[in-house]
């Protein structure tokens, strides 16, 4: 049986979390770390300027008061007894496609796992969020599991996944441009003083790729994106050459 670790951004309550686990137990045994309260959007922040508390929540169960990088961190250095097989962040609740992927708490939970050299992988269930939808999120997070774990994945390489229901098939997509309109909401407080609230619209079809992630989940297609980290791949200089140096 598998190792596998299981956190997420939406806090230790979220019903996603419970229904990846859940289905995760099929093919393993599962330990889940995840913070304590919703984390979304938090990116890949780390905690440094405060200690870190964690509080068992259960048998194999813990609660983090931190992001869930630090969720990943913390089970890897203190809380699982050895090195898991693999790393599933989610279910989140809603898309995290495209660009957004570098914003996200879910993402970065995986990414988090991949550092250490280990099989990670994000699920976001993109719409509905009714308990047969996150049953059908957290059986297609099943069968990438076991794909992973069967025939493993390219080096420093995190699998996202994007879930739509009803679900109408599965296929490997690539990450698109995610682009807002109106990003930001003006509004008044009582004293008359302007405030922010970060709102917009996704722009449709901001990218033309037939196999963006954001058109695979619009059409009904459970997105899986293989993102990859590599920082040894060539970088182009020659278009700084002329840049003077010196």
Known sequence: MATILVTNDDGILAEGLWALADKLAEIGTVY?????????????????????????????????????????????????????????????????????????????????????????????????FSKEAYEAAASEGLWVAKMILERGLCPETILNVNVPYPIKGRAFTRLAPRLYSKAFEERKDPFGRKYFWMAGKVIENASEHEEADVKAVSRGITSITPVNFSL???????????????
């Open 232 to 246: 040894d791949r060539i970088t182009d200089l020659d278009p700084y050459g002329s840049w003077p140096l010196e």
């Open 32 to 128: 889940v770390v995840a913070p304590d309260r919703e984390r979304s959007a938090i990116g890949h922040a780390v905690t440094m300027t405060r200690p870190l508390r964690i509080k068992r929540y259960g048998e194999r169960a813990f609660m983090v008061d931190g992001t869930p990088a630090d969720c990943v961190k913390l089970a890897l250095e203190t809380v699982l007894p050895e090195k898991p097989d693999l790393i599933a962040s989610g279910i989140n609740n809603g898309p995290n496609l495209g660009t957004d992927i570098f914003y996200s708490g879910t993402f970065s939970g995986a990414m988090e796992g991949a550092f250490y050299g280990i099989h990670s992988m994000a699920v976001s269930l993109a719409d509905e």
